[in-house]
């Protein structure tokens, strides 16, 4: 009789992060296991699709909207001063929408998806809260379609989960911002929550120390970490949300 043996769950990611044992076992690993090009086409499908229709219903119970408009409100992240901002991975506009309520009425806003749909429904939501003309750009973050500088201000909210290895990521966010610009970064961390967000969305979790080091390595400081509250800080909770430069 043959018996067939499950390979067991690998303690590091293909990037060589390491896997903390309860994300192990919670998380989901389809990024681990099929192709990138397999893994674009599932986030393609699962945001476009019902789920995705839901996703501000979703920010808005889980808090994020408004404990997101909070830290551009009291300016934590300051959007005053920026001329171009470029909001990565817009979803349903729930960071662009602060963007255009927070930075100087002058500002330009680029958003840019993966998903056609997000993007059509990022285009409905942001009319109705203000008539501020805004870009919408269909793009991977990997393969932005700008040219280097072009940007003095980059928001990305939870979309850095979505690559199975950060660097390309990374490495085209730095190129398109100038030096100096700044960019608002926030994403899952490999704590109980994000274990739970990565089965519910299919994203990866980061461990916080290994992503500011490689950060930093690309050139991208690290110039405040930012909480939502307090009681965020204090139970390490929300994900990690940092404020960057760009060296
Ligand atoms: C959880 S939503 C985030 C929406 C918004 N930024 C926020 O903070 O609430 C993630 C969005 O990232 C998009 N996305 C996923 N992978 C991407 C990629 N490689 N390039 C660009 N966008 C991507 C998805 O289509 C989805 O709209």
Same mark, same amino acid.
């Given at each position: 009789m043959t !018996?067939? #043996? =499950? /390979? &067991?769950r690998p303690r590091r990611r293909p990037d060589g992060q &390491? #896997?903390? /044992? *309860? @994300? &192990? *076992? #919670? =998380? @989901?690993?389809l990024i681990r296991k099929v192709s990138a090009d397999e893994y674009r086409s599932k986030v393609k499908r699962v945001y476009g699709g019902p789920k995705g229709a839901f996703l501000t219903t979703c920010s808005m119970l889980s808090l994020h909207i408004p404990l997101g408009e909070r830290i551009f409100r009291a300016r934590k992240f300051d959007l005053r001063g920026a001329r171009a901002v470029l909001d990565v991975g817009s979803g349903a506009g729930q960071i662009a929408g602060h963007v255009l309520k927070y930075s100087d009425p002058e500002a330009t806003l680029t958003c840019t998806d993966l998903s056609h749909q997000m993007l059509r429904r990022a285009r409905r939501r942001l009319a109705e809260k203000s008539r501020r003309p805004s870009r919408f750009v +269909? +793009?991977?973050l990997a393969h932005l379609p700008f040219a280097d500088g072009s940007f003095d201000c980059i928001t990305c909210g939870y979309v850095l989960e979505h690559l199975p290895d950060p660097e390309p990521g990374l490495r085209e966010m730095a190129r398109? *911002? =100038? /030096? %100096? %610009?700044r960019m608002f970064l926030l994403t899952t961390e490999d704590n109980f929550s994000g274990a739970w967000t990565s089965r519910l969305w299919y994203c990866r979790t980061y461990n916080r120390g290994e992503l500011k080091r490689l950060c930093e390595k690309l050139g991208l400081e690290w110039? !405040? =970490?930012i909480w939502f509250t307090k009681m965020h800080k204090a139970m390490r909770a929300g994900g990690i949300c940092v404020e960057i430069v760009r060296q």
């Open positions: !018996q067939t #043996i =499950e /390979p &067991r &390491r #896997i903390k /044992p *309860l @994300n &192990r *076992l #919670i =998380e @989901n690993d +269909a +793009a991977d398109v *911002l =100038e /030096p %100096g %610009g110039s !405040q =970490e």
